[in-house]
């Protein structure tokens, strides 16, 4: 079979495997319709405000901006949805008896079927209006658009093939688990940037980027196409040439990777290595730091599901990060405040939620060493002094490092104390939607509830939330009156006594919820079972 009509069967087959997707529920072809009606939309505006661009003398630097982005898009989006396209398995076409470069001419062409390629041709093609004046550039960009594009799906799908198996083992699922963590960090960051620009007088500020940008393809294809407008004839062409060559790069590689795997086999198949013997005893040098005893215990399983659970473990990261920062980039951008560290202490305590949920079905094993309201206690207090062996100095570091920033450091006392008081309020509501309103959270789903469940997980985190924020109020209402009457010399003061508040929050939350702990397990048990 030639390229050509293999190239067509493909694309059949990417068409195909789009309408018997979206027969099998109405649910699903609503959902995808309304992201095509809001895509294009997008893609549309973005167009329209493009064309306005033209004649600006920035223009340049925003389109070559926006192709470098664009393409940094297309180069990771597919690391963490790679279930939402078939055709980014090629692990699938093994048992077919096709050559790697017709094959590769065939996905490339099955790519370009697709929102994402739509939405991108519209930018681009925004991209060279905007830069476009004269006959030459007018000829370059029938060149550059086609090349843009095609480095950009390229790019995807080399990238999607070095990563196959990854992205189908259990790596890749906890990778994609982060996914929203990334998304938040890049949402700062284009904010951070906004700022930064508005702040220095408008769009002039990119240029130096820019510059730099313009000879990286893809983006050095619209590059080109400013050269062309500028009358740099030879720059536009050797820019051109860059972008052609990085195409050929990225064929070359996605030909080696799908090579490699059609005809490797997944190492994941082989035995697993015996554990070492530093693996083994981490867990013992672990237990001698803990408690005796069933604290110790209990302390020592729940930090291993934070490292060895998956779902776990991306809402520990994804808690990390956000909780630093959120109020780091605020204290960068100016209009930070040393209480925004607050936020780190909110963002870890959550994790005192739905604690058997975390268990899941495990939890029954557990549940036969429940057998008073005392043993309920002991579990409940151990699972939050495993939770502030990373909570507690993690919130202190990270008001530290924001009153660093801002040097501020009169206010340190009193914004630990605040940070303390809020995460013995989160340990105290924790405990209590632990036991009242417990979850289960299904380990074969990217969902965090399971079905018939997301009103009852609502209810727990977001009652919790708002309890836990009026019990904090004698705490914060006193910073705030020490602020307003002029009292400063008072605010160390509010550092030991948001520490103790907080620790009695903590422990009257644990009392409180241990006698519903000890009564209401069986219905704990079936909740946390169902996923």
Same mark, same amino acid.
């Given at each position: 079979m030639t390229t050509g009509r293999l190239s067509a069967v493909f694309v059949r087959l990417k068409l195909t495997l789009l309408r018997n997707g979206l027969r099998q529920s109405s649910t699903r072809t609503f959902v995808y319709v309304a992201s095509l009606v809001l895509s294009l939309l997008f893609a549309a505006l973005q167009l329209l405000g493009l064309i306005l661009l033209r004649g600006d003398e920035d223009a340049a630097s925003v389109v070559v901006l926006l192709a470098g982005v664009l393409a940094l898009g297309w180069a990771v989006v597919p690391l963490f949805f790679a279930s939402g396209d078939e055709t980014l398995d090629p692990s699938r076409l093994v048992m077919l008896p096709l050559r790697p470069r017709p094959l590769v001419a065939a996905l490339l062409a099955a790519s370009l079927v697709g929102v994402g390629p739509v939405f991108s041709l519209c930018l681009v093609l925004g991209s060279v209006i905007a830069v476009a004046h004269g006959g030459f550039a007018v000829a370059v960009s029938v060149v550059a658009v086609p090349l843009t594009l095609l480095v950009c799906v390229a790019l995807a799908r080399a990238v999607a093939t070095a990563n196959t198996r990854l992205?189908?083992?259990?790596?890749?699922?906890?990778?994609?688990?982060?996914?929203?963590?990334?998304?938040a960090v890049g949402i700062q960051i284009v904010n951070f940037g906004a700022q930064r620009i508005s702040r220095s007088g408008g769009l002039s500020a990119l240029e130096p980027a820019a510059e730099i940008v313009r000879w990286l393809p893809p983006a050095a294809a619209l590059g080109a196409v400013d050269s062309a407008s500028d009358g740099a004839h030879l720059t536009a062409i050797g820019q051109l040439a860059l972008t052609a060559a990085a195409l050929w790069a990225l064929l070359w590689s996605w030909q080696r990777s799908l090579t490699t795997l059609m005809t490797r086999p997944d190492g994941s198949t082989l035995g697993a290595a015996p554990e070492s013997g530093g693996a083994r005893a981490s867990g013992g040098r672990l237990h001698r730091l803990l408690p005796d005893g069933r604290t110790g215990a209990v302390m020592l399983r729940s930090l291993r599901y934070v490292w060895r659970e998956p779902k776990t473990r991306a *809402?520990?990261?994804?808690? &990390?990060?956000? #909780? /630093?920062? $959120?109020? %780091?980039?605020?204290?960068?951008?100016?209009?930070?405040?040393?209480?925004?560290?607050?936020?780190?202490?909110?963002?870890l305590g959550m994790q005192m939620y739905n604690q058997f949920g975390q268990d899941s079905s495990a939890f029954w094993m557990v549940a036969q060493t429940l057998s008073t309201t005392r043993d309920a206690r002991a579990e409940l207090r151990a699972r939050a002094l495993a939770l502030l062996v990373i909570t507690l100095p993690y919130v202190v570091l990270t008001t530290v490092v924001v009153t660093a920033w801002?040097?501020?450091?009169?206010?340190?006392?009193?914004?630990?104390?605040?940070?303390?008081?809020?995460?013995?309020?989160?340990?105290?509501?924790?405990?209590?939607?632990?036991?009242?309103?417990?979850?289960?959270?299904?380990?074969?789903?990217?969902?965090?509830?399971?079905?018939?469940?997301?009103?009852?997980?609502?209810? *727990?985190?977001?009652?919790? &939330?708002?309890? #836990? /924020?009026? $019990?904090? %109020?004698?705490?914060?209402?006193?910073?705030?009156?020490?602020?307003?009457?002029?009292e400063h010399g008072l605010l160390w003061l509010m550092l030991p006594a948001g520490a103790v508040y907080g620790a009695l929050l903590a422990w009257a939350g644990i009392r409180l919820a241990a006698p519903a702990v000890a009564k209401r397990l069986p219905e704990i048990l079936t909740a946390v079972s169902r996923g």
């Open positions: 992205l189908t083992s259990r790596k890749g699922r906890d990778l994609a688990l982060l996914s929203g963590l990334l998304i *809402s520990w990261v994804a808690s &990390l990060a956000i #909780g /630093l920062i $959120l109020p %780091v980039f605020n204290a960068l951008q100016g209009s930070g405040s040393v209480y925004f560290a607050c936020f780190a202490a909110g963002m801002l040097d501020e450091w009169r206010y340190l006392p009193s914004a630990l104390g605040v940070s303390f008081a809020v995460l013995g309020a989160m340990l105290a509501t924790g405990a209590l939607s632990s036991a009242r309103f417990p979850y289960s959270i299904p380990q074969d789903s990217a969902k965090n509830a399971a079905p018939g469940q997301v009103g009852l997980a609502w209810m *727990s985190v977001f009652g919790g &939330l708002f309890l #836990g /924020l009026a $019990l904090t %109020v004698p705490v914060t209402g006193t910073v705030v009156w020490m602020h307003l009457s002029g």
